[in-house]
């Protein structure tokens, strides 16, 4: 549905993204990352037909046309990073307004107003709307058609709780619909809980792309299990005693206070399990941690940040 | 088309919402009604001018005031803030049809707002010197449309260049286009002539008449109102210059006609390759 075939944007002799190749599938909910000024909003606006690559190509749709003709983008709906609205108008007159120009039946106003929660507000001007307010209008706007490819721009950087709950299953209903997300946040909170696959732009380059799957597989191999064991008179749960037999299995293990602490992929843990029994410990307490996406996130970056120096516009 | 009306019908409510267009048809209203009734006061209460001559008075308030307006409304309303350009830009929909659209919007709203000050000042003549002259009235309304055509094309230009940014250097920029072209070409056509000899001088003036947008309209509109004794020895050489009545329509007509278009045409060039 999204197509990044070697995309790339300079501003003067800033290049902002280099060579992009990415796919967003129909269903699929796909989180873009990286850094300030690593080329995620150049990117979205491209796809939006709002810059014109300097070269490669960005194509929406089934067939695909190029995000520049405006037939195109017929099939998408975009939320920018910072939406404004003129301020004399109100609420519903801004929703109508979208509505007309997309040629869509009257009852998809009170619909996406009521989705957004501003059924209250929408016949107050939005000069008197707070910023959050703004962003679920803009939120409504977007919902408006019911497009095949929605691209949202930090999308809840300015949501309240009530606001993100609206995000999430408008979220969760595209997918649902078979509809093909892209979305850019610092707030990998949202970013794990929504997205089927995680690209990370640093540089403006593509530096990882990792599904779901994958996320858990390398999250898993960050984590940690903790074992506390049964005190039995007469036998030495030491770490002196335990340690040497653990780490043929597992090399980082270690000791700490009462606790057998075993960091590593989440296959070796039942196997460390199995020989702590075969030693006839007997285990009190088991606590296993995964890894956090944020510290993945900051490793790829930091590995490569190096190589592509300071971010792009 | 359709689309084109929507965004036209969008600016339109926008625009007659905007407090520099509320105050832009008070002011207008007021000097209109005063020019008007200036005539009044100076035959001593024994009557106000003819529609002819006020609307010889009104030439000048039309040529200082709205291209000012023009271009300023223009901008800020031609150059939106990002978030908000975004959102129209990434439409399914020409950018051409936005542009073209929210200038009908635009032209639409001033002349709504120029509507009242010439209604104003058309009442009160009308009231006190009857329909003599309503000719030259009607001119000097379509020459202020032409005029607010004509800069709304300018401002499309200015903001074309400053898509979703860049709005206070548009701004800027706008205000001395209005400079230049209300004060400073007369000014220096009128510096450059006093240096030279009678005919060269003759020759720069009526160059510098048609090449400019506000001279083209300013020259045209006071020449139909009056004849050829708008301008006294001058209009006899613009004619001899131009050839006949007749030359002086084309050339007049296609210095207005080049203002009304080419710009508009590069706003719309520009617009189509520019990263919003």
């Given at each position: 549905?999204?197509?990044?075939?070697?995309?790339?944007?300079?501003?003067?002799?800033?290049?902002?993204?280099?060579?992009?190749?990415?796919?967003?599938?129909?269903?699929?909910?796909?989180?873009?990352?990286?850094?300030?000024?690593?080329?995620?909003t150049?990117?979205?606006?491209?796809?939006?037909?709002?810059?014109?690559?300097?070269?490669?190509?960005?194509?929406?749709?089934?067939?695909?046309?190029?995000?520049?003709?405006?037939?195109?983008?017929?099939?998408?709906s975009y939320l920018p990073q910072k939406v404004s609205f003129p301020d004399a108008l109100t609420g519903r007159e801004i929703v109508e307004f979208y509505r007309?120009?997309?040629?869509?039946?009257?009852?998809?106003v009170?619909?996406v107003m009521r989705f957004a929660s501003l059924n209250g507000a929408g016949e107050r001007m939005v000069g008197t709307y707070s910023g959050g307010m703004v962003q679920r209008l803009g939120l409504a706007v977007a919902m408006l058609?019911?497009?095949?490819?929605?691209l949202l721009d930090e999308p809840t950087a300015a949501l309240d709780p009530d606001g993100l709950c609206a995000f999430?299953?408008l979220?969760?209903?595209?997918?649902?619909?078979?509809?093909?997300?892209?979305f850019t946040s610092?707030q990998?909170?949202?970013?794990?809980?929504?997205?089927?696959?995680?690209?990370?732009?640093?540089?403006?380059?593509?530096?990882?792309?990792?599904?779901?799957?994958?996320?858990?597989?390398?999250?898993?191999?960050?984590?940690?299990?903790?074992?506390?064991?049964?005190?039995?008179?007469?036998?030495?749960?030491?770490?002196?005693?335990?340690?040497?037999?653990?780490?043929?299995?597992?090399?980082?293990?270690?000791?700490?206070?009462?606790?057998?602490?075993?960091?590593?992929?989440?296959?070796?843990?039942?196997?460390?399990?199995?020989?702590?029994?075969?030693?006839?410990?007997?285990?009190?307490?088991?606590?296993?941690?995964?890894?956090?996406?944020?510290?993945?996130?900051?490793?790829?970056?930091?590995?490569?940040?190096?190589?592509?120096?300071?971010?792009?516009? | 088309?359709?689309?084109?009306?929507?965004?036209?019908?969008e600016?339109?409510?926008l625009?007659?919402r905007?407090?520099?267009?509320?105050?832009?048809?008070?002011?207008?209203?007021?000097?209109?009604?005063?020019?008007?009734?200036?005539?009044?006061?100076?035959?001593?209460?024994?009557?106000?001018?003819?529609?002819?001559?006020?609307?010889?008075?009104?030439?000048?308030?039309?040529?200082?005031?709205?291209?000012?307006?023009?271009?300023?409304?223009?901008?800020?309303?031609?150059?939106p803030e990002r978030g908000a350009a975004e959102l129209i830009y990434s439409q399914?929909?020409?950018?051409?049809?936005?542009?073209?659209?929210?200038?009908?919007?635009?032209?639409?709203?001033?002349?709504?707002?120029?509507?009242?000050?010439?209604?104003?000042?058309?009442?009160?003549?009308?009231?006190?010197?009857?329909?003599?002259?309503?000719?030259?009235?009607?001119?000097?309304?379509?020459?202020?449309?032409?005029?607010?055509?004509?800069?709304?094309?300018?401002?499309?230009?200015?903001?074309?260049?400053?898509?979703g940014?860049?709005r206070?250097?548009?701004?800027?920029?706008?205000?001395?286009?209005?400079?230049?072209?209300?004060?400073?070409?007369?000014?220096?056509?009128?510096?450059?002539?006093?240096?030279?000899?009678?005919?060269?001088?003759?020759?720069?003036?009526?160059?510098?008449?048609?090449?400019?947008?506000?001279?083209?309209?300013?020259?045209?509109?006071?020449?139909?109102?009056?004849?050829?004794?708008?301008?006294?020895?001058?209009?006899?050489?613009?004619?001899?210059?131009?050839?006949?009545?007749?030359?002086?329509?084309?050339?007049?007509?296609?210095?207005?006609?080049?203002?009304?278009?080419?710009?508009?045409?590069?706003?719309?060039?520009?617009?189509?390759?520019?990263?919003?």
């Amino acid at each position: 549905m999204i197509s990044f075939r070697s995309f790339s944007k300079s501003f003067g002799a800033q290049l902002a993204v280099d060579g992009l190749n990415l796919e967003v599938a129909r269903g699929e909910v796909l989180a873009l990352l990286g850094p300030n000024g690593s080329g995620k909003t150049t990117t979205l606006k491209a796809a939006a037909g709002l810059i014109v690559p300097s070269a490669g190509a960005v194509m929406l749709g089934e067939p695909p046309r190029s995000a520049q003709e405006p037939a195109a983008r017929e099939v998408l709906s975009y939320l920018p990073q910072k939406v404004s609205f003129p301020d004399a108008l109100t609420g519903r007159e801004i929703v109508e307004f979208y509505r007309e120009l997309r040629d869509l039946p009257g009852e998809r106003v009170p619909k996406v107003m009521r989705f957004a929660s501003l059924n209250g507000a929408g016949e107050r001007m939005v000069g008197t709307y707070s910023g959050g307010m703004v962003q679920r209008l803009g939120l409504a706007v977007a919902m408006l058609p019911e497009a095949p490819v929605f691209l949202l721009d930090e999308p809840t950087a300015a949501l309240d709780p009530d606001g993100l709950c609206a995000f999430d299953a408008l979220v969760q209903h595209a997918r649902e619909d078979g509809r093909a997300v892209l979305f850019t946040s610092h707030q990998l909170g949202d970013v794990e809980r929504l997205a089927d696959r995680f690209a990370i732009l640093v540089g403006g380059r593509l530096v990882a792309c990792l599904s779901a799957s994958d996320l858990k597989d390398r999250l898993a191999e960050r984590g940690v299990m903790r074992l506390r064991f049964a005190p039995v008179e007469g036998r030495d749960w030491t770490a002196e005693a335990v340690l040497p037999a653990v780490r043929p299995l597992a090399p980082a293990a270690s000791w700490s206070g009462d606790e057998l602490i075993v960091p590593g992929p989440a296959s070796v843990r039942p196997r460390v399990l199995d020989l702590v029994r075969t030693l006839g410990i007997e285990v009190r307490g088991l606590t296993a941690d995964e890894g956090q996406l944020g510290e993945l996130y900051r490793e790829l970056v930091a590995e490569a940040a190096p190589a592509h120096g300071e971010g792009a516009k | 088309m359709k689309k084109l009306r929507l965004f036209a019908a969008e600016e339109l409510a926008l625009a007659l919402r905007s407090r520099w267009t509320q105050i832009f048809a008070l002011v207008f209203a007021a000097l209109s009604a005063a020019v008007a009734g200036a005539g009044y006061v100076l035959s001593g209460g024994q009557g106000v001018q003819d529609f002819a001559r006020t609307a010889v008075s009104l030439v000048q308030l039309v040529v200082l005031l709205v291209p000012l307006t023009a271009l300023v409304i223009g901008v800020l309303s031609l150059a939106p803030e990002r978030g908000a350009a975004e959102l129209i830009y990434s439409q399914p929909v020409p950018r051409r049809t936005v542009l073209l659209g929210k200038l009908l919007g635009l032209f639409q709203a001033l002349a709504a707002a120029q509507a009242m000050g010439f209604g104003a000042a058309g009442l009160l003549v009308y009231s006190q010197a009857g329909s003599e002259g309503v000719g030259g009235f009607v001119l000097l309304v379509l020459a202020s449309l032409l005029t607010t055509a004509i800069f709304l094309g300018l401002a499309a230009l200015l903001a074309t260049g400053a898509v979703g940014r860049k709005r206070t250097r548009a701004l800027a920029l706008a205000l001395v286009v209005w400079f230049v072209a209300v004060v400073l070409l007369d000014l220096a056509a009128l510096g450059i002539a006093s240096v030279l000899p009678s005919g060269p001088a003759s020759r720069v003036l009526m160059v510098a008449a048609i090449v400019n947008p506000v001279g083209a309209v300013r020259t045209g509109a006071l020449l139909g109102i009056e004849g050829t004794g708008a301008f006294g020895a001058a209009s006899l050489a613009l004619f001899r210059f131009t050839r006949g009545a007749g030359g002086v329509g084309v050339v007049l007509g296609a210095s207005v006609l080049f203002w009304l278009v080419v710009p508009t045409l590069f706003a719309l060039r520009r617009l189509r390759r520019a990263d919003v």
